[in-house]
């Protein structure tokens, strides 16, 4: 017996979304249950259809978790405000027909990507410029700062060891500074911006979870801090990326992401 619940999620994990909607629209006329419509809001072009087919999951089946669990990171708020439809409410729903209805506070971002991996070189294009903003707020910090002072101070007293010692305190403080930096940069953007920053925005890249949800506070700290630190080293965590199969890094690894090209397309599933 077919099992298409497994082939629309097979096609997920491969990001073939096209093919996924396909087949969720073929479930969802013959079979549509509360699993068919998480599937549909996974694989949803729009940050609204994503939400109608979740609130839709749960209509079928109010205790079905995985759309529970993924409405609360979206509206935390409302979380364990959810309730109860009654049987006779319950009516099948013509995806093609009758698209998600939304209530005026939830808000409706343009259309979602279409989840085509970023190359490479477009990923670390990105990176460059995003790099070029946190060095530039670096050393603008450091100079109000005067981090720069007792460096220039030891120079002029041209006691070679007095050198040595503020160039050690001026590295520490530098790198110290380029990480806050970063983390204020970063995560700030990636939570309110659904995974772009500045760099991200001009290449038109994002960065999602890898079976397509938004990604987290908790997801942009480890990613964008934790992540970034453990990839510098000697740059292999960038490298990384060269040879893995969906050209993750290792600070993608170790939040579950993947960069995806941002696709100019409004049509809904």
Not at 55 to 76: N, S
Not at 79 to 106: F, M, T, Y
Not at 215 to 232: E, H, K, W
């Amino acid at each position: 017996m077919r099992d298409r619940l497994a082939e629309i999620q097979q096609a997920l994990e491969a990001f073939r979304r096209d093919e996924a909607r396909a087949l969720v629209q073929e479930e969802l006329d013959e079979n549509p249950s509360a699993a068919a419509y998480y599937l549909a809001a996974q694989a949803a072009r729009r940050e609204g259809d994503r939400v109608g087919y979740l609130r839709k999951a749960l209509e079928l089946d109010p205790d079905y978790q995985p759309a529970a669990d993924e409405l609360a990171q979206i509206f935390p708020a409302e979380k364990g405000k959810r309730e109860p439809v009654e049987a006779d409410e319950q009516e099948p729903v013509e995806i093609a027909e009758r698209p998600p209805v939304l209530s005026p506070k939830e808000p409706v971002n343009a259309a979602q990507p279409d989840f085509r991996l970023a190359s490479i070189s477009r990923r670390w294009l990105a990176i460059v410029i995003d790099g070029f903003i946190v060095a530039l707020a670096t050393v603008l910090l450091l100079l109000a700062g005067g981090a720069m002072a007792p460096l220039e101070a030891a120079m002029v007293s041209a006691d070679e060891a007095a050198v040595a010692d503020a160039f050690s305190q001026f590295q520490s403080t530098t790198l110290m500074v380029n990480l806050l930096v970063s983390g204020i940069y970063n995560v700030p953007l990636m939570v309110l911006f659904n995974g772009q920053t500045l760099g991200k925005m001009m290449l038109r890249l994002r960065v999602v979870k890898k079976r397509g949800g938004r990604i987290t506070i908790l997801d942009a700290l480890l990613r964008n801090v934790f992540g970034y630190t453990v990839s510098q080293i000697f740059l292999l965590g960038y490298l990384w990326a060269l040879f893995d199969r969906e050209n993750q890094a290792w600070h993608d690894k170790m939040a579950g992401t993947v960069v995806v090209v941002e696709e100019r397309q409004e049509v809904s599933l």
